[in-house]
């Protein structure tokens, strides 16, 4: 009888690698609980900071505040779906400068599954789940009326943000194999999408908008699929068809990751140089 130990396959490796990190975080479950909780209360507060603002205003970028919530919610809901996998990505250049990147370059894993299995941190199910009931909540306040379509586009919205963000993060990371400490240049770009994608696009000057849409897509992430789910008509550069984009723009957010990850990965030479 053949020892199956001897067969070690990527996505066993993936098991072992997801659980052994899971396993040590769930075992210490009070300090597991007390990130959880300090999560929430971080988004908890960036939310009460737009509940004033819209407490003196009424309107924010043409919405209420219900309808600012689903954009909040949402955003906050696909940008934690994508932290939790590949949040650590952006300390890329740590390994690098240690020369902790070669034991990964060694194993029979792709480097980038198993960068976001060494960090991977459930705390950041906070993010989450408080993303998702403001998300869910909200739709309901607002009086959502779904129909099939818009159903689909509900369930995708986050998958497809998630989707964008986790190619913004690869990107990030992928820049740390130019520059000596490029996490706060990247920073710029994942954190700051995470900052447009959770507040209405219509507030934005016209090149901001652009920025955001066409080349960071971070409005497409909630801000646009928020306008197809309450019939809103959307403002110049985001009209609400793009509502559905949301697929499509992850899919070349992710075409150009990758290529970009690849010729990263293959112009690395080692900590010495």
């Known amino acids: 009888m053949a020892d199956p130990t001897r067969h070690v396959t990527t996505p066993r490796m993936l098991r072992i690698l997801y659980g052994s990190r899971i ?10 609980v007390s990130d959880v909780l300090g ?10 900071e737009l509940w004033v ?16 919530t689903v954009v909040y919610g949402l955003g906050a809901l696909a940008f934690g779906i994508a932290d939790l996998v590949l949040g650590e990505i952006d300390g ?8 902790k990147l070669e ?24 993010r989450i789940l408080t993303g998702l009931v403001l998300y869910v909540v909200a739709l309901i306040v607002v009086g959502f ?15 497809a943000g998630a989707a964008i963000f986790a190619g913004l993060l ?25 900052y447009v994608s ?32 309450l019939e809103i008509e959307g403002p110049a550069l985001i009209p609400a068809w793009s509502g559905w984009m949301g697929l499509p723009a992850a899919a070349a957010v992710w075409a150009v990751a990758a290529l970009l990850w690849r010729a990263g990965v293959r112009r690395y030479t080692g900590a010495g140089g």
């Open 170 to 194: 690869t990107m990030a990371g992928a820049m740390q194999f130019w520059l000596v400490d490029g996490r706060e240049f990247a920073n710029a770009f994942t954190y700051g999408g995470n």
């Open 92 to 99: 890329l250049s740590d390994y690098i400068r240690s020369g």
């Open 103 to 126: 034991t990964l370059l060694i194993r029979p894993v792709p480097l980038l599954l198993q960068i976001s299995s060494l960090d991977l941190s459930l705390r950041r199910v906070g």
């Open 39 to 48: 999560q929430i209360l971080v988004i908890a507060t960036e939310f009460i």
């Open 53 to 68: 603002i819209l407490s003196q205003v009424g309107v924010l970028g043409g919405m209420t505040l219900a309808q600012v």
């Open 145 to 159: 009326e779904p129909t099939p379509a818009t159903v689909v586009l509900a369930v995708l919205a986050p998958i």
């Open 198 to 229: 959770t507040t209405p696009g219509a507030v934005f000057s016209l090149p901001m908008r652009a920025f955001f849409t066409f080349v960071i897509p971070a409005t497409l992430v909630a801000y646009a699929p928020t306008l197809v789910l």
């Open 23 to 32: 396993r040590s975080q769930l075992a210490f479950r009070t300090s597991f």
